[in-house]
């Protein structure tokens, strides 16, 4: 678990985004990647045929839309509030600012603009009412968190008693429920307790909840320890204070949530295939062979859906991957493209990017919520 210092993500490129080898030991370090787990699959009913997304979920709400703003710069997501409406950054066309905004097709509102050498925007939530994102500085404090109504008006400090913040780049950094917007961080070693802040949603006094233990935020109201030094991958559950142990037994790299993990079973030097399991070692099921990548750190997006890519020869050369979702309801994988530039989800959306040979960047979203 650390705290997290990275600069601001370049605008959106031909660069490559999906996961290797080295990315599933960088996870290690996250606080939800679990080093165990059993092997053992039970045989599963043979799958429906495999579609794509268009023929499998006709009625699904998706969107696309060119990088390019207006006024030139390219806009980077960061999250989606429906398929076309997105929160996301955009240097201003000098270069010298970061602009943060709102982007509805071509219309723009302006949330944040600064320094682009002084900030970085990360860590991102939204409500039906709010918009909540922690900005990142040099300075002390180093993490502040802000809101905005989704319906206009000017952005607001929430606080800047954040304490060391811990952001792991997923969709639960910040958490909001029962009326608070909710937040990890480290206090002195991280490996001795974790703090759990939060605010009210509308600002106020932050109210502190030690954990011993080095945890994660998870789907509220858990929190995922991935035993890496407390040797007891488990779940701990913040309104009954109960913990739930995380059933492990062979050499499986496990990424888990409170109601499914992601299982990579690796051979004696790769990757073999990977399974979804219960937390609790039950319904052990095979999802893609070894030649398949977690395309998302997040395990089963809505508790359904796994987002995973299928690197082709050209990836190491272009970027680009298939983009497909496991539906665990249906056991049926769904191709969603061919040649995606990476993916990202929250809140139930997915969105990646495609480019073109001359390097024109088009964003393409698609709201699992309205998967029937």
């Known amino acids: 678990m650390t705290a997290t210092a990275s600069p601001e993500a370049p605008a959106p490129a031909r660069r490559r985004r999906w996961p290797t080898a080295a990315v599933l030991v960088v996870a290690l370090a996250a606080g939800a990647v679990l080093l165990f787990g059993g092997s053992r699959v039970d045989p599963p009913p043979a799958p429906p045929a495999r579609t794509d997304a268009k023929t499998a979920w006709p009625d699904a709400a998706r969107a696309d839309f060119a990088a390019g703003l207006p006024d030139g710069p390219l806009f980077?997501?960061?999250?989606?509030?429906?398929?076309?409406?997105?929160?996301?950054?955009a240097p201003t066309p000098q270069g010298s600012e970061s602009r943060l905004l709102v982007r509805s097709g071509d219309r723009l509102r302006e949330l944040r603009r600064l320094p682009l050498d002084q900030l970085q925007f990360e860590a991102f939530t939204a409500t039906d009412d709010q918009i909540f994102w922690a900005e990142s500085t040099a300075g002390k404090p180093a993490v502040r968190l802000w809101t905005a109504d989704r319906s206009g008006g000017p952005p607001r400090l929430l606080t800047a008693d954040t304490g060391r913040s811990v952001f792991f780049g997923n969709q639960y950094d910040l958490v909001v429920a029962?009326?608070?917007?909710?937040?990890?961080?480290?206090?002195?070693?991280?490996?001795?307790?974790?703090?759990?802040?939060?605010?009210?949603?509308?600002?106020?006094?932050?109210?502190?909840?030690?954990?011993?233990?080095?945890?994660?935020?998870?789907?509220?109201?858990?929190?995922?320890?991935?035993?890496?030094?407390?040797?007891?991958?488990?779940?701990?559950?913040?309104?009954?204070?109960?913990?739930?142990?995380?059933?492990?037994?062979?050499?499986?790299?496990?990424?888990?949530?409170?109601?499914?993990?992601?299982?990579?079973?690796?051979?004696e030097e790769t990757l073999t295939r990977i399974d979804l399991v219960r937390p609790d070692g039950t319904g052990r099921r095979k999802i893609a062979g070894g030649a398949a990548q977690s395309a998302i750190t997040d395990v089963a997006v809505l508790d359904r859906f796994e987002i995973l890519a299928e690197p082709g020869p050209d990836t190491d050369l272009t970027?680009?991957?298939?983009?497909?979702?496991?539906?665990?309801?249906?056991?049926?994988?769904?191709?969603?493209?061919?040649?995606?530039?990476?993916?990202?989800?929250?809140?139930?959306?997915?969105?990646?990017?495609?480019?073109?040979?001359?390097?024109?960047?088009?964003?393409?979203?698609?709201?699992?919520?309205?998967?029937?």
């Open 76 to 89: 980077t997501p960061t999250i989606f509030l429906d398929a076309t409406t997105a929160v996301g950054t």
């Open 178 to 267: 029962d009326g608070r917007l909710h937040w990890a961080a480290a206090p002195g070693d991280v490996a001795e307790a974790t703090e759990v802040r939060s605010v009210p949603v509308g600002g106020g006094p932050v109210t502190v909840r030690r954990e011993t233990g080095q945890w994660a935020l998870s789907a509220w109201p858990w929190l995922v320890d991935d035993g890496s030094t407390s040797g007891e991958p488990r779940l701990r559950n913040l309104a009954t204070a109960r913990d739930t142990p995380i059933v492990s037994g062979g050499l499986d790299v496990l990424t888990c949530g409170p109601v499914w993990c992601r299982a990579m079973v690796m051979g």
């Open 319 to 372: 970027g680009a991957a298939a983009l497909v979702v496991y539906d665990i309801a249906t056991g049926r994988t769904v191709d969603v493209a061919s040649d995606a530039d990476g993916a990202f989800s929250s809140g139930g959306l997915l969105w990646w990017s495609t480019a073109t040979a001359d390097e024109e960047i088009t964003w393409h979203s698609l709201d699992l919520r309205t998967v029937p």
